[in-house]
């Protein structure tokens, strides 16, 4: 089973950017769906980012025009680039793996995004 570890986030002022990164400990080349989703507190978790090679890019409209998701297969890591962040941005950011081939969705541990001055 695949693994996921985030890493990356922090504590930027409004405007600043971040890159996230989420480490697999296997293959991502022919895994269906690749996700970011974010949580704030008192908040549901919502999906950001989603990367398919079948079916292109996805984001919340939310994040539009700021956000860039991306993949490095031969890395096997998946990234989030994420550009003037505002405040409502602050979150805990999870990857995540879908795959018809898993018995459900992979989640990695997390990594706390603050956007405050």
């Known amino acids: 089973q695949v693994q996921l570890v985030e890493s990356g986030g922090g504590l930027v002022q409004p405007g600043g950017s971040l890159t996230l990164s989420c480490a697999a400990s296997g293959s991502i080349a022919s895994i269906y769906f690749l996700n970011w989703y974010r949580q704030a507190p008192g908040y549901q978790r919502e999906l950001v980012a989603r990367i398919s090679d079948s079916r292109g890019t996805k984001y919340a409209d939310s994040v539009k025009g700021r956000f860039t998701i991306s993949k490095n297969n031969a890395e096997n890591t998946i990234y989030l680039q994420l550009n003037s962040l505002k405040p409502e941005d602050t979150a805990v950011y999870y990857c995540?793996?879908?795959?018809?081939?898993?018995?459900?969705?992979?989640w990695g541990q997390g990594t706390q995004v603050t956007v405050s001055s």
């Open positions: 995540s793996a879908d795959d018809p081939d898993f018995s459900g969705t992979l």
